[in-house]
Nanobody
Framework: QLQASGGGLVQAGGSLRLSCAAS????????MAWFRQAPGEEREFVAA????????YYADSVKGRFTISRDNAKNTVYLQMNSLKPEDTAVYYC????????????????WGQGTQVTVSS
């Protein structure tokens, strides 16, 4: 089971750090990703990281502002979000899969429940 946390309300230009922790499962063998879904929109890819952390991918919309990382010893994956914009407002989901890091949500078999991020202008 994946548990996402760290969301909240922040002003534009601010920062948040999301965490995704696993229970009953060791994440060190899994590629991990963050997706987000804004109201009325489809779920979209944000960032992905390989099991070792050696391969990382970002959506163009967050590149240079967001950083995905992982601490396998803590069984946790993070998404550091800086310079937040109102268009970053969404429910953020973490996902895991035994395959490599991918941009398609359909490749991920395990999902957290989501955490709300709201950025005010």
């Amino acid at each position: 089971q994946l548990q996402a946390s760290g969301g909240g309300l922040v002003q534009a230009g601010g920062s948040l750090r999301l965490s995704c922790a696993a229970s009953g499962r060791t994440l060190s063998s899994y590629a991990m990703a963050w997706f987000r879904q804004a109201p009325g929109e489809e779920r979209e890819f944000v960032a992905a990281i390989s099991y070792s952390g050696g391969s990382i991918y970002y959506a163009d919309s967050v590149k240079g502002r967001f950083t995905i990382s992982r601490d396998n010893a803590k069984n946790t994956v993070y998404l550091q979000m800086n310079s937040l914009k109102p268009e970053d407002t969404a429910v953020y989901y973490c996902a895991a899969d035994l395959g490599g890091p991918r941009r398609s949500q359909f490749q991920y078999g395990y999902w957290g429940q989501g955490t709300q991020v709201t950025v005010s202008s």
